[in-house]
């Protein structure tokens, strides 16, 4: 087995139905193989959507789970700014330069005018939880629909074609300067979308063939890889 760590350098609509992989639930990766389980969030809870998957099976697995989130909005000159998840209850929210409270509700956070400045919002989201199961080596696509809208996640259920005779690689996240982890950080391999870093600041790649690969790890308060000058984006497997 394979473990890489990464360093960091510093740096819809509103009420829109939203859908994301649950990759901590999926064993903290993002390419399964057919009879595994894989898990999607649909925020916010309580729709009761209709569920379409092709080449699977689904199930909810729970409701009415609720997280708390705190995000830093900037505004360049511009009076609205999108939150990442759709607002259930406002805990704290900070004032601008001048003074001023922004409007908070669905994912918009507003003012009346146009400012530079930013703001930071705490807030408690919620969401029900989907279980699906993929039958064979192809991808699956969930489909949620509800008075809010329609919205898709695709599943990469194409594990079963990955070369047993290759090496199986642990990405982990570490700040450059201080080493402590990072979780939750994006991770693009090769330009796709591999997954998130869990609580330990890790994520399993899967078995990677020998060769070179080009990696970009995204967090919010850190420069992307490629923008950093550490040697961080890219990586190789002998």
């Given at each position: ?183 939750h950080a994006q991770v693009f ?50």
């Open positions: 087995m394979g473990s890489l760590i990464v360093g960091f350098g510093t740096e819809s609509r509103e009420g829109e139905l939203l859908l994301t992989e649950d990759y901590e639930r999926g064993g903290n990766k993002s390419l399964y193989s057919a009879g595994e389980k894989s898990y999607v969030r649909i925020y916010p809870a309580g729709l009761n959507a209709e569920i379409t998957v092709s080449g699977g099976s689904w199930k909810y697995s729970a409701y009415g789970l609720s997280e708390l989130h705190m995000e830093h909005i900037p505004f360049a000159d511009q009076s609205s700014g999108r939150l990442k998840y759709p607002v259930v209850r406002v805990l704290n929210v900070s004032r601008a330069a001048d003074g001023s409270s922004p409007f908070v509700g669905g994912r918009s956070v507003r003012f009346r005018e146009n400012r530079l400045d930013s703001v930071s919002v705490e807030y408690e989201t919620s969401y029900d939880l989907i279980e699906i199961t993929g039958f064979s080596a192809r991808y699956v696509i969930l489909k949620a629909s509800s008075a809010k809208g329609a919205a898709y996640c695709v599943l990469d259920y194409t594990g079963d074609e990955t070369d047993l005779s290759s090496r199986l690689v642990i990405l982990t996240a570490r700040d450059a300067a201080s080493r402590e982890i990072i979780p391999m090769n330009g796709t979308f591999r997954g998130v870093t869990d609580g330990g600041g890790m994520l399993n790649l899967g078995r990677l063939k020998k060769g070179q690969y080009s990696l970009l790890v995204r967090k919010d308060g850190y420069l992307d890889t490629d923008k950093d000058n550490l040697k961080n984006d890219s990586f190789r497997i002998e």
